[in-house]
């Protein structure tokens, strides 16, 4: 389950950072730029907080 949380997160980072190279690059208009990394955005912190918020105690009983 967490990796599948790690896929994901990283997909919607590089949602969030890939539109604004397309947009310099003239293959996408900024209005869809800016739908595209409100959606990345909101996955990466939907998705994120849930395998890096762990503590050093937690991080201890896996090893």
């Avoid at 967490?2 to 990283?10: A, E, G, M, N, R």
């Avoid at 950072?17 to 209005?31: M, Q």
């Amino acid at each position: 389950m967490k990796s599948v949380l790690k896929i994901i997160s990283f997909t919607a980072l590089v949602l969030t950072l890939a539109p604004s190279f397309l947009v310099f690059w003239g293959y996408i208009e900024p209005s869809l730029s800016k739908i595209l990394m409100l959606i990345g955005t909101i996955v990466w912190f939907g998705t994120a907080s849930f395998w890096m918020n762990k503590t050093e105690e937690n991080e201890e009983e896996v090893i």
